[in-house]
């Protein structure tokens, strides 16, 4: 049988498959992403972090520039302390001009300010002291107290702008004064940023540099926006003589979250995703299809009023449907789907459930295979159970079969009893014409001879004697009586030709009479004692002739019944029971049976064979049907008596053992108790 189709599992199926897809989808995508981010973030740190090295090299090399040249400036002033204005201007100009970015370079010998170089615009630092200038001071007191170059700021000038300015102590020469004084070489913000190259990396990066007056990652911020430090920079220690700012670098506008390409990742999942649940979807509709074809299949299999059987080219059952199942169920075995037809037809053999196989079981195989395998077959199969199937197969375009199982019992049954019925119709027919044209064979042999009586001997004897003229009166009158005694014999065995002919065809009426149900009966209560002896008088000559003894035992009960048909059927019962007994006796008793009475007819005759007996009360059954039987009869006469039992409300029965006697026993209502009912 097929699967079971169910509309809601399906849809229920489908929403599950769909949830699973977009949850996968959803995960990969999820799982991608993050992925796809970690990497281009590690990889975007470390180009960055190889920009950072870049800018940290140039900030480096700018800063340490400027304060080799202050270095410079100061070793000379160490050398020469004493050196004109002039001539330091000159070396200042030769040092500015050169590779060095600084502004301006002072001189302060003991911490006031007396050189300048380039004069103009910086007169009004001339005469500076440090020590009454507390937002210098703490710088030049450091390079002093260090003993060497300190980069300070970036500070606001006096003269306005931003710059650096490099310290750097100057030794004494006098004994007992360790500093001459303090160089101090001025590097603007601006050209700073030029030289590093920080404004054009601004431009690209998120930049911010702290540690004003090296005071390194501790320092306050003093480029870009301090804020970038809190956003996991690529950080860059940057050191120079006595100090130290802290760079950080992150990407413009801060990290990113996603790889740049994450909107085209998540398009490709969505579309993937979508690809994915129409290819699943469609599948499972394609699946619910099938199934859905199936489950109308299976129905309209089941639908059929009979045994349906499909085998595939391999001959293996592939559907079924429960008629099917059945037939077999009841025959003992259980059809499974999958199992070859061969296997079948082996189990039904081991089980015995084919009677005509047992015992050639391997020909009955062959021959059943050998039918199987043919383009058409139709087969009756009889069953173990009793049961007759008919079997109708067909081969299918692919090489496989289908089989239709009919259970042919009851027409099986059918059939016997009307061919039955028609060889008993035959036989009756036989058997009529040959009881019909005995007794009128009798009537026609006597006929011709009575209606042309010259040519009876008796009656020519008559004349002869008439036509003499001595004719002695004596003489005629035995002539006359022989002639009357031959008439009357023919005309007693002509009545009883007759008489049978009329019970023959008194029978064939009340027969069909019975049979359309055109016989009434009007049942009086009747004493059975007084009906009985009737009978076994009627019936004492004959028994007498026979030598059989016939008796009715009295018994004092009363039966319900119609007298006349309740006397043809003991005519019947103790007629056939004189005619199939040639010797011992015949008695009829009545039993008391509470609600009915029964009357028993039994005798010492031939019996019945125990093969005939359950059709014995069948119309036109004749035991004996050969024209040589020993008694006459039409075999109409139980199944009248039957009949009219029947119409009585009793039921009639045989019991009977061949060559010893046979026992037909019948029951009549009671008639309603008189005592009772009054
Ligand atoms: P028939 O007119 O042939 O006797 P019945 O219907 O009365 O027809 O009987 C049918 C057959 O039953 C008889 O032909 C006979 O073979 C058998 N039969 C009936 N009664 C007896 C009996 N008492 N003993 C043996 N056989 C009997």
Redesign the pocket.
Known sequence: MFRQYNQSSWRNFRIFLASVVVALTFFLALSYERISTRDYLTNLRSDLSREVGIIRARIEGTINANANTSRAFAAILAAHPEMENDHLSQIASFLLNGSSRLREIAAAPDLVIRFVYPLRGNEAALGLDFRKTPSQYGAVKKALSVGGTVIAGPVTLVQGGKAFIIRVPVPSQQPGKKWWGIISGVLDFDTFLKASGLDVASRKFDIALRGADGTGAQGTPFLGRGAIFANDPILADIAFPNGAWQLAVAPAGGWPTHAPDYLWARGYFAAGGLLMLAIILGATWLVQKRQQAEAVLASAIEAIDAGFALFDADDRLIAFNSNYYDVYKAAGYEVILGTPFITLLRNGLERKIFPDAIGREQEWLSERMRAHRQERSSIEQHLASGRWISIRERRTPDGGSVGIRVDITALKQAREAAEAANRAKSEFLN?MTHELRTPLTVILGFTPILSNLGTMPSVRALQDLLDRPDADIDAVRKAVARVVAEISGFATTMDRSGKHLLSLVN?ILDLSKAEAGRIEIAPTALDLDGLLATVVEQFTPEAERKGIHLGHQPSGLSVLADEVRLRQILV??V???L???DSGEIGITAHDMGEQVEIR?R?T????PED?IDN??ATF????TSDT?R???????????KKLVTLHGGTIR?E?TPGK??T?AFTMPKPPDRNVAA
């Open positions: 058997t029978d019947n019962l007629g056939n029971a005619k199939f007994t007819v005798d005759g031939c019996g019945i005939a014995i009360f059954t004749q035991i004996d039987r008694a006459q009869g039409t075999g109409l006469g139980l199944a009248i008596t045989v009977s006697g046979s037909f």
